[in-house]
């Protein structure tokens, strides 16, 4: 696609749910990242791949948090049993390499945990 | 520990010219890279360092010196548009991006 693309946009979920986010990178590019973001703050790192395979997963708060990327491309991001605290802007971002390139953020998902 | 210090938020007039300041201190430095966010949205690409000095790309200017853990970034001829967050971030010696908070800069005309 033209560019990362995140799904959902928003969700909002009870506590103890379970969610997946979805991220779609741009085609071609080999690292895809996961981060979060809270209100006033920078992304907070949660997971690197390179390929299919978590390169990087240190962190992942707990293991609430999974995510995956079957096939090198879109990457799905699982939270179980969700928590208030879980609530923020979830981003993925994708790049050519890993480091002292370019990442591409897509534009997040909003989530919200009652 | 790993640290990106800039400053919270910062003001400044159309027309105008500002200077965000970025100091790190991170276990091995591999280049540093300035995002612009407006609210609401995704952090979007504007410089990258990996050597001293400045880089210029129109009315944006990006400084490094790695012997002093420190960065800027300069914006000349302020347009409203400007308003946002610019967030510094830093590749570690794992190639790892270590984030500041941001800076939130306020146009005024």
């Known amino acids: 696609g033209a560019g990362v693309s995140q799904t959902p946009s928003n969700k909002v979920t009870e506590k103890g749910k379970y969610v997946e986010l979805r991220c779609d990178p741009i085609s071609g590019h080999t690292a895809l990242y996961w981060y979060r973001q809270s209100l006033g703050q920078g992304p907070e790192f949660l997971i690197y791949f390179q390929g299919t395979g978590a390169a990087d997963d240190s962190g992942l708060p707990n293991d609430r948090f999974f995510a995956v990327r079957p096939e090198g491309s879109v990457s799905t991001l699982k939270i179980q049993r969700t928590e208030r605290g879980d609530s923020a802007v979830y981003l993925c971002a994708s790049s050519l390499g890993h480091g002292g390139t370019e990442a591409f953020f897509g534009q997040g998902t909003r989530l919200t945990v009652v | 520990g790993q640290n990106i210090d800039q400053p919270t938020e910062m003001t400044a007039t159309e027309g105008a010219i500002v200077q965000i300041n970025c100091t790190y201190q991170?276990?091995?430095?591999?280049?540093l890279f300035w995002y612009q966010q407006h609210a609401g949205e995704a952090p979007t690409f504007l410089s990258y360092?990996?050597l001293d000095g400045l880089e210029e790309k129109g009315r944006f200017s990006s400084f490094l010196s790695r012997s002093k853990g420190y960065s800027y970034l300069l914006l000349k001829e302020l347009q409203m548009k400007d308003s946002a967050s610019y967030l510094c971030a830093v590749t570690d010696s794992n190639y790892q991006l270590i984030w500041g908070a941001g800076t939130k800069l306020i146009i005024k005309p």
């Open positions: 360092n990996v």
């Open positions: 991170t276990s091995g430095f591999n280049g």
